[in-house]
């Protein structure tokens, strides 16, 4: 791979130049603030690009983890009917994820107040002040996944596997943003599904905000980030595991028609990954990629979560 210091810096422009040096103070100072994603959605991807409104559910699967996304619906008062929604799709609906998961965990109550801590949120993991625009693209993306119905499902052992059926957001409130133009309400106030939040307290996994936010243009590289990051720790010591170019694509090719064409992408982005993850040991050859035992991004699992009752 690149030397992090050395050719892939010097080809970055001013503003990617600031976003790196900042976020490779990660690896000398501990991580403030801690986003979560839980282990499938490590393992499997939601769309990286509009699926389009006629496509109304997404599939994925790899190794014994599966991700099943049906498209919802809310209401438009002012019709008196529902409104399909789309697929979400992109960075945003991961970036929210994260975010929720994060709050969730972190007060230890699946009802999260998004009106005012989502712009928060993007306002921490950006350069600049969050614009209106940019908060209503975040909410249209909160409203789809709040909308839509998620199916997730594990392997546990070569003969069991475990599904959840659920809405990772149970419920909801709508409110009607000051633009009086706008047709659909977006959530102010969401609650985590009880299955869903109960599998994240124990199904977690810790990743630093910094660099969330530092890849925070890319889905792919999210994807990627986070796949590293619930997968590195758990390689054998001194057994690396190797990984197929052709399993890669399988994983995280969506959108490619040719495997050079995404073996190429996925390099760049690679780079980019380690730049933010500075302990991930892992090499690329011709076959693919060679996986090292490696510390994960945020040392200790769930060290922040409020104490559950009972």
């Known amino acids: 791979m690149a030397d992090r210091d050395g050719p892939l810096t010097n080809s970055l422009t001013p503003v990617q130049r600031r976003r790196l040096q900042a976020i490779l103070s990660v690896g000398d100072t501990p991580a403030e603030r801690i986003a979560y994603q839980h282990t499938v959605l490590c393992q499997t991807c939601l769309p990286y690009r509009d699926p389009g409104q006629t496509v109304r559910v997404w599939q994925r699967q790899q190794g014994a983890a599966f991700l099943r996304l049906e498209a919802g619906a809310v209401p438009d008062p002012q019709a008196r009917q529902y409104v399909e929604l789309g697929l979400p799709y992109g960075s945003r609906p991961r970036l929210i994820l994260s975010h929720l998961n994060s709050e969730a965990l972190k007060r230890g109550s699946a009802r999260v107040d998004v009106e005012h801590s989502l712009t928060a949120f993007v306002r921490r993991i950006q350069d600049r002040p969050p614009t209106g625009p940019e908060i209503r693209r975040f909410k249209d993306q909160l409203t789809r996944f709040a909308a839509c119905l998620i199916r997730l499902a594990i392997g546990v052992s070569e003969d069991r596997l475990i599904q959840v059926d659920t809405k990772i957001i149970d419920a909801f409130e709508l409110w009607r943003g000051k633009d009086e133009r706008q047709r659909i309400m977006w959530p102010a106030v969401v609650e985590l599904s009880p299955r869903y939040f109960d599998s994240l ?35 054998p010591g001194g057994k690396p595991q190797a990984v197929t170019w052709s399993a890669l694509f399988e994983q995280f090719g969506f959108g490619f028609s040719r495997l050079r064409d995404f073996r190429r992408e996925f390099l760049e982005t690679l780079r980019a990954v380690q730049a933010h993850y500075q302990a991930a040991r892992l090499e690329a050859d011709a076959d693919g990629l060679v996986l090292r035992n490696s510390p994960p991004p945020v040392a200790g699992r769930l060290v922040s979560i409020a104490r559950l009752p009972g």
Do not use: C, F, K, M
Request: proline residues 6%.
């Open 201 to 235: 307290t124990r199904h977690a996994v810790p990743l630093d905000e910094r660099s969330i936010g530092a890849l925070a243009n890319s889905p792919l590289a999210l994807d990627v980030y986070a796949w590293l990051a619930q997968r590195l720790h758990r390689v």
